[in-house]
């Protein structure tokens, strides 16, 4: 999710001076709140081999983190207005530090679910709702490339843990692994540190009528059904490559690619949504870039040795990339700027459900098959199909709010012909008068 473009300030931000700090502060939140979930999949054969534990059971690891860092969002938001960026982010990222801590010294998966991944996943999310929107409480002008910078942290970072993990891994073990990890996140301290406070921002709401809303039902019917098979995939990559008996340091390196493609994309992927020739029908592109995802997954278990599977973390970096530029953009289009922060608290905590429970499932066909190829044909189809979903429903809500629009004109156009006929039959009236 791209930063958030901060309105109504009440004051001038300066473009510049301390809000480069204040940049580069939200450059380390976002990174590691976004890259941390993934990284941590390093660990999942070593987790899985310590404990005895099914795929299934491995996946809810980092189900429930994604889950918490997604239902903590709106608390989050909410201490922010209260008490600003800076604490929130300080306390958010103690919490991620005092959980991978306590989870190094877990004796059961349990205790993984706990203290790594509900501790830890809302201490991300404290962590990363303040930093998305405080880069526009400082920069008005040169907003875009403050949050460009803020939102390369996510690549930056997952680039740099995916190969830093294996190194901890062999060197100290999963338990010392994630000590050390836990001091490493308290640097999301000093980067809170650095966010001087401004003034308070218009408190979010949660606006029901929504549900009343074609094109945002649309929107969240289609979203539900793909974040059921969006998350897996990358989840189980560092695994996958691991049991086809990749070396230790060649698989963590997918993930790098994986991220060094989305950011060496991301140019591209914000300029497209924005272009003349997309932007006047972005849903029908939002539909090629979930279905183009799904193809990605679906083509997956053709790829054959580490070759393969480094062209298929070309693709999916891109696919990310994509659907990660596009989602805020085809919100706002279908609901408007003045609903928009609404409609993200509503889809954030709807979309905690199928976050949780995605990976989970798809672990368990690798249970029940012995194979990953059988996940990721589920998860390209649960990506297809909605992709098919979405194109077939946008071109419905264009067809209507189309229709919408006519009906408008003509009853502007009728209303304008009864005041120019109320009008002509008023000066009648009166030259008749004036005759008599």
């Known amino acids: 999710m791209p930063p958030a473009a901060a309105t109504n300030l009440g004051y ?14 939200a450059f380390i939140s976002i990174g590691f709140s976004y890259a941390f979930p993934k990284s941590l999949t390093i ?18 690891v980092s189900s429930v983190m994604l889950a918490s860092k997604y239902a903590g969002s709106p608390v989050s938001s909410m201490f922010v207005n209260r008490h600003g960026s800076r604490p929130v982010v300080m306390v958010g990222g103690l919490m991620v530090c005092v959980g991978m801590v306590l989870g190094s010294l877990g004796t059961s998966i349990i205790n993984l679910y706990l203290c790594v991944r509900v501790i830890g996943g809302f201490g991300l999310a404290f962590t990363l709702q303040p930093a998305l929107t405080i880069t526009g409480t400082y920069f008005q002008v040169k ?26 891994l062999n060197s100290f073990g999963g338990r010392g692994s994630f000590s050390v990890l836990g001091f490493i996140v308290l640097n999301r301290c000093v980067a809170g540190a650095l966010m001087k406070p401004r003034k308070s921002q218009s408190f979010v709401f949660i606006d029901i009528s929504l549900f009343t809303h074609r094109g945002f039902l649309i929107f969240l019917i289609g979203n539900v059904v793909m974040f059921f098979g969006s998350f897996a995939p990358v989840v189980f990559l560092d695994p996958y490559a691991k049991h086809q008996g990749t070396y230790e340091y060649s698989a963590p390196l997918l993930l790098s690619i994986f991220a060094l493609v989305g950011m060496f994309s991301r140019p591209v992927t914000e300029f497209l949504p924005n272009s003349r020739w ?20 679906l083509l997956f278990p053709l790829a054959s040795g580490y070759g393969g599977l480094v062209v298929y973390s070309i693709f999916l970096g891109l696919a990310f990339e994509i659907l990660s530029a596009l989602l805020c953009e085809v919100l706002m289009d279908l609901v408007g ?44 189809a649960l990506m297809l199909v909605p992709g098919v979903f979405l194109f077939i429903m946008h071109y419905y809500n264009y067809k209507k709010l189309d229709e919408d629009c006519r009906q408008i004109v003509a009853v502007e156009i009728r ?3 009864e005041a120019v006929k109320l009008k002509i039959n008023q000066n009648e009236k009166t030259s008749d008068e004036t005759q008599d």
């Open 12 to 25: 001038t931000p300066r473009d510049g001076g301390w809000g480069w700090a204040v940049a580069f502060a």
């Open 43 to 60: 660990y999942f054969k070593e987790i899985q081999e310590y404990f005895s534990v099914s795929y299934s059971e491995i996946a809810w």
């Open 143 to 168: 907003r875009p490339l403050a949050n460009g910078l803020a939102m390369a942290g996510s690549p930056v970072v997952l680039s740099t843990l995916a190969s830093l993990n294996q190194f901890l």
């Open 278 to 297: 997309i932007r006047p029908r972005i849903q029908y592109f939002f539909s090629f870039a979930v279905s183009y995802k799904g193809v990605c997954h």
């Open 337 to 380: 700027a003045h609903r928009f922060s609404s409609a993200v608290g509503l889809v954030t905590i709807i979309e905690c459900g199928p976050v949780l429970l995605g990976p989970p499932i798809s672990g368990a066909l690798v249970d029940v098959f012995g194979d990953y190829k059988y996940m990721y044909y589920a998860c390209g």
């Open 415 to 417: 209303t304008s012909e």
